[in-house]
């Protein structure tokens, strides 16, 4: 009995694990919902002016996301936006002269007058120009967050380089409407994601109601016993005091056998109906029993599902899209736990802060697709240069943090230098044509009364100073 009970407590602690489990999942999906809506509104914000027609469409995608319709809402809203796009880029492109010449009609008669071989004369394109830093910064920020998708990050990174371009009015246009549909994309697979948890969370309050039904089974079925037990007592003994009474009362041996005969047919009979009804609440707990085990192997099924993809998404918002080493949030967490194991153990601990030289001529220079070569590749070297305690992010932009538990700063300058030399000969070419890099880093130790990011502004400072003396060095602070 206690060992069902024991398993009836663990079975619902799984449950509420498990839905627990579900509604938090949930949570950040709205938070990330939430993001998203704030972003398109500011993107909204950042295209209008271009034309009066599509400052009336995005007013309205605007009041729609403030209000955080559903996704079903908001795709007619952004094909409107995408008709009317089109429609303004319509006449650019039929604005090409119908003939080379003109005729002119003489004012009296209506003949032609000479012809006159005059071309026409094509306004000339715009110079292509850089996107506002306001626009550029919503465009990047909402980028960003649609690079924490995996299968979004590719054309996410694609358009972020092709915005860093100067270009024509015309084209900004065109990628604002691609930003628009991938952001239309993540809130429907948001959208799905919610609807799914919540189907799922419906099934396992389903089956949590199957396993209250079932205790409660329980509980019937021990009041039946004792009613059943208390019954058979009963019984027993009214026949135990007929077979007294029968004895004091009879005048004869024959007599007295006769009543007892049947009075012990009637023990008997109470006896059969007793173990009759023991026998249908067994096969009855039984049933119940089978029926809950096969719920509970369901449940535990979908538990380990829910639990898989629960740890494959966190796994992934910590992952940098790029290089696939951790991102910022990954180095906060690390760095905050790293910082508390630090107070309760005292063991020397680097912090460093790496920085790609001249990053932006290797942008300018080959393109944004090599650059993003180059970020990955010393990702690679500086993860393979460390070992499984250390750790490793990419911070932001061509910057990387890291950490090394159990390093003194002296080893550390030395293990860091290590690493610069293995970055600078790694053999760089762009279409045959070879490329240097180099990394600049800064050191420092965590210290007693460091707090916050004190250590790490102690390494970003180093760094720059790295910079500031010729590159391709570390310093120590």
């Not at 999906?29 to 500011?42: D, M, N, P, T």
């Not at 209008?48 to 309205?60: F, I, T, Y």
């Not at 993809?309 to 736990?337: C, M, V």
Request: hydrophobic letters at 40%; charged letters at 30%.
């Amino acid at each position: 009995m206690l060992s069902r009970l024991a398993d009836q407590d663990d079975w619902r602690r799984k449950y509420y694990d498990s839905i627990r489990a579900v509604e938090q999942e949930g949570r950040q999906s709205r938070a990330q919902l939430e993001v998203l809506y704030k972003l398109v509104g500011r993107l909204c914000l950042a295209a209008q002016g271009q034309a009066p027609r599509l400052d009336e469409q995005l007013q309205r995608l605007r009041d729609a996301v403030r209000r955080m319709v559903p996704f079903e809402e908001l795709e007619p809203l952004g094909k409107a936006i995408a008709d009317v796009v089109l429609e303004m880029d319509a006449p650019a492109a039929s604005r090409a002269p119908q003939s080379a010449t003109r005729v002119e009609v003489a004012p009296a008669t209506g003949a032609p007058a000479d012809a006159i071989a005059a071309p026409v004369e094509t306004p000339p394109a715009p110079d292509p120009v850089p996107l506002e830093p306001s626009t550029r910064a919503v465009l990047s920020l909402l980028l960003e967050e649609l690079a924490r998708e995996p299968q979004l990050a590719a054309a996410a990174a694609a358009i972020d380089a092709e915005l860093a371009q100067p270009m024509p009015d015309e084209r900004k246009l065109h990628l604002i409407e691609k930003v628009a549909a991938l952001v239309l994309q993540r809130i429907g697979e948001l959208e799905k994601s919610r609807r799914e948890l919540e189907q799922l969370l419906g099934q396992m309050l389903d089956r949590l109601d199957s396993l209250t039904r079932y205790i409660a089974g329980q509980g019937e079925e021990e009041s039946g016993r004792t009613a059943s037990t208390a019954t058979l007592n009963v019984q027993i003994t009214g026949e135990m005091r007929a077979i007294g009474e029968s004895v004091e009362s009879a005048t004869d041996l024959a007599q007295i056998r006769e009543q007892l005969r049947s009075r012990l047919d009637a023990i008997g009979q109470h006896l059969h109906l007793f173990r009759l009804r023991e026998e249908e609440l067994a096969r009855q707990a039984v049933a119940r029993t089978e029926s809950l085990r096969e719920r509970m192997d369901q449940m535990e099924s979908e538990a380990r599902r829910l639990q898989a993809r629960l740890s494959s998404e966190k796994r992934l918002s910590l992952l940098d899209p790029l290089t696939r080493i951790g991102n910022r949030l990954a180095w906060d967490q690390r760095f905050a736990a790293e910082c508390d194991r630090w107070r309760r153990f005292r063991q020397p601990t680097c912090v460093l802060a790496w920085d790609i030289d001249h990053f932006k001529s290797i942008n300018d220079s080959y393109g944004h697709r090599a650059g993003d070569k180059v970020l990955a590749v010393v990702a690679e070297s500086l993860g393979k240069s460390i070992r499984g305690t250390d750790f490793v992010a990419r911070y932001g932009g061509e910057e990387f943090v890291m950490l090394l538990p159990g390093t003194t700063l002296e080893d550390g300058v030395r293990l860091a230098n290590r690493m610069r030399d293995a970055i600078a000969q790694i053999g760089f070419h762009f279409r045959g044509k070879p490329v240097w890099v180099t990394v600049s880093c800064g050191i420092t130790q965590l210290r007693d009364g460091d707090a916050d990011d004190d250590a790490f502004d102690r390494a970003d400072k180093a760094m720059y100073k790295a910079k500031e003396g010729g590159r391709n060095r570390v310093v120590s602070a």
